[in-house]
């Protein structure tokens, strides 16, 4: 964690011209001298129900799927079975690819096969943070 610390510190030479990222699930674990050194700290929560209605509607445009189509994957894809509710990652990266591969070689992607997908998998567990 010293190396990190004195790498940040050493980016002041550049005289506020540079921007770091530093990502984390677990900002409680960090060390609080490099939290100090944060100018910005942004917390990114799971997505609402009408945040992922508007991922899907986006995502989805393709298929003209009915609003209650598009109701029917915001509750598949919020909290259920002391589950959190799916992330963007969940839907973008496990949700559609798992319904492209129901669907290939047979034919499109249609809104039954993400339904069925939807059912049967699960959000990412939430990681606590203490």
């Given amino acids: 964690m010293n190396t990190l610390i004195q790498c940040v510190d050493d980016l002041r030479r550049y005289g ?20 100090r050194r944060a100018a ?5 929560k799971r997505p609402t129900d ?12 393709g298929l003209k799927l009915a609003d209650s189509q598009i109701s029917e994957l915001v509750a598949a894809t919020g909290a259920r079975d002391k589950l959190p509710p799916w992330t963007y990652s969940d ?5 559609y690819p798992a319904a492209m591969a129901v669907a290939f ?13 939807a059912a049967t998998l699960r959000s990412s ?3 606590e943070d203490k």
């Fill in 40 to 44: 910005i700290i942004e917390e990114f």
């Fill in 105 to 117: 070689p047979d034919g499109p992607l249609r809104f039954e096969h993400l339904k069925s997908v």
């Fill in 16 to 35: 506020g011209r540079v921007v770091v990222f530093l990502c984390t699930n677990r900002i409680s674990i960090l060390d609080p001298a490099l939290q």
């Fill in 50 to 61: 009408d945040e992922r209605r508007k991922l899907l509607a986006m995502d989805l445009k």
């Fill in 91 to 95: 839907i973008r990266t496990r949700l």
């Fill in 125 to 127: 567990p939430a990681m």
